[in-house]
């Protein structure tokens, strides 16, 4: 696998990674209460822990893509000019 392909790779991880999570984060912002009252009927858990365990979650995989995607692909970019 050549640094092209490599480049080519994490650049479409990055782009669809992105959209999973505008994505999801639509659908949070959107259905939250539905979201809420769902959890809280099968985890028995108040709405506030389940919203912040939403957002939680949306950061931690903001974080797993600018660190396992979009690092590689800019330090790619430096590296193959």
Same mark, same amino acid.
């Given at each position: 696998?050549?640094?092209?392909?490599?480049?080519?790779?994490?650049?479409w991880?990055? $782009?669809?990674?992105i959209?999973? +999570?505008l /994505?999801?984060?639509?659908?949070?912002?959107?259905?939250?209460?539905?979201?809420?009252h769902k959890?809280?009927l099968?985890?028995?858990?108040?709405?506030?822990? $389940?919203r912040s365990?939403?957002y +939680?979650? /949306?950061?931690?995989?903001?974080?797993?893509i600018f660190?396992?995607?979009?690092?590689p692909?800019?330090?790619?970019?430096?590296i193959?000019?």
């Open positions: 696998m050549d640094l092209l392909m490599l480049k080519s790779f994490f650049f991880s990055s $782009i669809i990674n959209g999973l +999570l /994505l999801s984060a639509l659908i949070i912002k959107i259905a939250n209460e539905y979201i809420c959890h809280a099968w985890y028995r858990l108040p709405h506030e822990t $389940i365990n939403l +939680l979650m /949306l950061g931690c995989y903001k974080l797993g660190l396992f995607s979009l690092v692909w800019i330090v790619l970019c430096i193959t000019k």
